[in-house]
């Protein structure tokens, strides 16, 4: 069960970004990910690392 918890989240915050997107034109989702990136990696990052343990 743990083991699905972060691809389930990537997906449902990567949902939110997209569904922002459409609905508030003033929101540019592109930019987002371009700043917010690294983050991602480092999230899995701290994921790998707690699950081996």
Known sequence: ??????????????????LANNLVPEFRIWAVLIDWWPLALIVLGVSMLFRRS
Not at 4 to 16: E, K
Request: net charge positive; hydrophobic share 70%; proline share 6%.
């Open 1 to 18: 069960m743990k083991s699905n918890l972060v691809p389930a989240l990537i997906l449902i915050v990567l949902g939110a970004l997209l």
